[in-house]
């Protein structure tokens, strides 16, 4: 973005130019400093703090320390500069309050403000996002954090370094004939049940269903068919029995009368009372070896993000509503209001991923994934906070 180049850019040339600037006048003014002192006549000797030699060594000393600390100054000015300020973030509907931080740093400015050029790229699912990071046409997912555990277990090497969700943030809803008779997941058998699409977090948090209800994946039907508008057009129209989805379509769905929400794992408990523990959603995560070789571009991507979740902690629900793009409100701001009402019960404090929220998430995959209960999965690769922790303490 030109705003970045013009603000960003020049600072950075500036500074790096001022010190080398200041280098060459230290070393000019050195060279001066270590200059013999005029010969005094023999007896004569001057108090301590007069003493020529002492006063242009102490100089020099002094001289030194600067060139010192401004030379770690330009270097701390390089590193900062992103090694790739174009980056592409892949993510499967954008404009759930699932994602809302990340559509914040991008209203707010606060991927320009940290020198980078974000390009996002919109899927109807989150496997549709990794997809695209995995065939490289995105560097970045802002996606379930599910997934790099997931793609460990396949042998690939993904870590999430931002947390947007600190609970699953997804609700089960019925129709209205089905739920007259819900008494738990065993119930799901011989159902068609909406999700995101095919390996999505969504899907994920089905099948973790269907297990505990003793079911299989042959007992129920499982469609992907996205997430806002077109999830609530599935059901609504009658081409499905259940639908696992996230908000604002949720709260479309159940004021509409048509379903009913039978579980949900917006809030903490909800979510301990379906997993035993309040699991990590929301993230932003990469392959590892893209954040060995750009760790400038992914710190500028995490500090950019804790910015927006900091903002996101303050600002009222009508300033929120304000901010997104018009139709991310769906044509009815009360109802995008009472769905970020519910939503706020989700979002990370501070984009900090934590080790117990992870174990439990791996032991909930495990439960019903055979490639992750089969192979010893090293979690402490699948995330890293070096990157928010650096954020958080700016």
């Known amino acids: 973005m030109l705003r970045a180049v013009r603000v960003a850019t020049p600072r950075r040339t500036l500074q790096v130019h001022g010190v080398q600037s200041s280098s060459r006048d230290t070393r000019q003014s050195f060279s001066a400093a ?46 900062a500069q992103p090694e790739k300020a174009n980056v592409t973030i892949a993510v499967g509907g954008k404009a759930a309050l699932y994602y809302l931080p990340l559509t914040l740093a991008e209203q707010l400015g606060y991927f320009e403000d940290a020198g980078l050029n974000v390009e996002i790229l919109d899927f109807p699912g989150g496997s549709k996002a990794l997809q695209a ?23 690939q090497k993904l870590s999430a370094f931002v947390l947007q969700g600190a609970t699953l943030a997804i609700s089960l809803v019925v129709s209205k004939e089905q739920s007259a008779t819900w008494s738990g997941p065993a119930d799901l058998k011989g159902l068609k049940i909406g999700v995101t699409s095919p390996g999505s977090s969504t899907n994920m948090f089905v099948k973790a269903l269907l297990a505990r209800g003793g079911l299989t994946l042959d007992d129920a039907s499982i469609i992907g068919v996205g997430s806002g508008q077109s999830a609530v057009a599935a059901i609504l129209g009658g081409h499905l029995d259940a639908l696992a989805n996230i908000e604002p379509a949720i709260t479309m769905l159940v004021r509409s009368g048509k379903v009913v929400e039978v579980i949900e794992t917006i809030s903490e408990q909800g979510s301990r009372d379906l997993c035993g523990a309040a699991l990590p959603s929301g993230s932003l995560y990469t392959k590892r070896d893209f954040i060995a070789k750009n760790p400038n571009t992914v710190q500028a991507l995490a500090s950019a993000m804790v910015r927006a979740l900091r903002w996101l902690a303050e600002a009222s629900d009508e300033l929120v509503a304000d901010t997104v793009p018009r139709h991310y409100l769906l044509g009815d701001r009360s109802l995008y209001l009472a769905a970020l009402k519910r939503q706020r019960l989700s979002y990370s404090k501070d984009g900090r991923i934590l080790p117990g929220a992870v174990k439990a998430m791996f032991d909930a995959l495990a439960g019903f994934h055979e490639p992750i209960s089969n192979r010893k999965i090293r979690l402490e690769q699948t995330y890293t906070n070096q990157f928010v922790d650096r954020a958080l303490s700016q």
């Open 34 to 79: 270590i200059a013999l002192p005029p010969v005094l006549p023999l007896g004569l000797h001057l108090h301590p703090i007069f003493d020529p030699v002492r006063v242009l060594s102490m100089r020099a000393v002094s001289l030194i320390a600067v060139s010192f600390c401004l030379a770690a100054v330009a270097v701390g000015a390089i590193a």
């Open 133 to 155: 990071m995995m065939g490289s046409s995105a560097d970045v997912v802002s996606g379930g954090f599910d997934h790099t555990i997931v793609m460990q277990a396949r042998g």
